[in-house]
Structures are given as structure tokens and as C-alpha cells.
């Protein structure tokens, strides 16, 4: 299974904009990159997921790098409720297993 | 996005007795659902894929014995942990995914086996 590698944690202050990377060097043609984040005792929230192009939802953007090596979650305007462990995971299309790694954990200031 | 429900949200048992825990899709068929297990400040790990109507396929140390899968509808998946001990408490999450679609998660169900 594809890895990838995030930092343990980040921080930010409200309304400021936050960008998340993630790195997936062994990431192989079919894969597709997902986001998802976990607020304490939920499960996974599904926030944004692409292939190769760059992608924007009412959540979040998706920055992808040309060579698909890493990508940049992009949160625009942070809010308190955004503070949650932020996962980056490479899905399979064969198996469609989603394999969790650390991920990162964001806390937002006031 | 699509809903997925957990039943029961948190279940105190006693060691040695067996715990079913359900994972409903409310409101999409659900061709696969996947289980997972989370540990206290720790990722989710994948315990086993589940398809309807066929035998749940079960990660590489995962005892299938100990976590009965079943798929028996579109929108139903059950696991049942047998013979609990301490060791088994843990955060179990469900998700379910419609064909060509997302993967939509539960809210998880929190298993302490005393």
C-alpha cells in the first residue's frame, strides 16, 4: 500500500489560511489522493479528494503537484470548528482500501 | 453527504462475552463497507473489508474468528466481537461506499471490555 508522510501538526490563527501538505512519492498511476479529517470520538469526515487536477469544494481546495509526488490541502479561512486531525490517504482504485496514516493535527487560534 | 449510522454508540461488556455492533447506510446501497479499529491517540486501522453477500476480507493480523463479519444487505453490515477481553476495548468505525463513489465513515462505536 502507497504511504504518505505529514507533518505531526500545524497551527493557525481564525480566518487566516492554512495549507496542509502531504507527501506520496511511491504513489502509482491509479491512485487517488483523499482527505479526510477526525474531530476526537467521531469518525472521518470526507473533505476533498483528486486524481491528477486540481480540485475545490465548499470545504477545501486540492493543490496536486504536476509529477502527483505530493499535494497541499488548502483550507482558506480557518475557523475554530476546522481544528482536527488531518488525514492524507492514497486509495487504491483495485481495492479501494483506505490506509490511515498519522496525519495532521491543526489547531486554530482565536 | 451520504449518512451511515453506528449502533450502539458505546458498549460497556463484561471479559468473555461477545458484542455486535451494526453499521446501517440510511440512505444509499452500500456495496462495500469497510471496518476499522482506532486506539486511544492513534490513526485508524483497516480490520477488514465486507461485500454483500460474500465473505468479508479480513487484513493481514486480524483474527477472523474473534470479528465476525456480515453483509447481509445493501445496508447492513454487522461486527460481532466474540470472547471479548480488555485488550479488544477500542474505537471501532464502520464506513460504506456506494459503487464509483466516496467512502462515507460512521461515528464510530466505543467497545470497553472490563
Known amino acids: 500500500d502507497a504511504k504518505t508522510t505529514q507533518p505531526n501538526s500545524m497551527e493557525s490563527n481564525e480566518e487566516e489560511p492554512v495549507h496542509l501538505p502531504c507527501n506520496h512519492s511511491t504513489i502509482s498511476g491509479t491512485d487517488y489522493i483523499h482527505w479526510y479529517r477526525q474531530l476526537p470520538s467521531q469518525g472521518p469526515e470526507y473533505v476533498i479528494h483528486?486524481?491528477?487536477s486540481n480540485v475545490n469544494n465548499r470545504m477545501a481546495s486540492l493543490a496536486i503537484a504536476e509529477d502527483r509526488k505530493s499535494s497541499t490541502l488548502i483550507l482558506h479561512r480557518a475557523t475554530l470548528r476546522d481544528a482536527a486531525v488531518y488525514y492524507c490517504i492514497l486509495r487504491d482504485v483495485t481495492t479501494d482500501k483506505l490506509i490511515f496514516g498519522t496525519g495532521t493535527r491543526l489547531q486554530v487560534f482565536p | 453527504g451520504a449518512v451511515v449510522s453506528q449502533h450502539p454508540s458505546r458498549v460497556i461488556c463484561k471479559s468473555g462475552t461477545s458484542v455486535k455492533i451494526e453499521c446501517r447506510s440510511l440512505?444509499?446501497?452500500?456495496?462495500?463497507m469497510f471496518w476499522y479499529r482506532q486506539f486511544p491517540k492513534q490513526s485508524l486501522m483497516l480490520m477488514a473489508t465486507s461485500n454483500e453477500g460474500s465473505k468479508a476480507t479480513y487484513e493481514q493480523g486480524v483474527e477472523k474468528d474473534k470479528f465476525l463479519i456480515n453483509h447481509a444487505s445493501l445496508t447492513l453490515s454487522t461486527l460481532t466481537v466474540t470472547s471479548a477481553h480488555p485488550e479488544d476495548s477500542s474505537f471501532y468505525i464502520c464506513?460504506?461506499?456506494?459503487?464509483?463513489?466516496?467512502?462515507?465513515f460512521g461515528p464510530g462505536t466505543r467497545l470497553t471490555v472490563l
Open positions: 464506513s460504506a461506499r456506494q459503487f464509483g463513489n466516496e467512502q462515507f
Open positions: 440512505d444509499f446501497q452500500a456495496t462495500t
Open positions: 483528486g486524481l491528477t
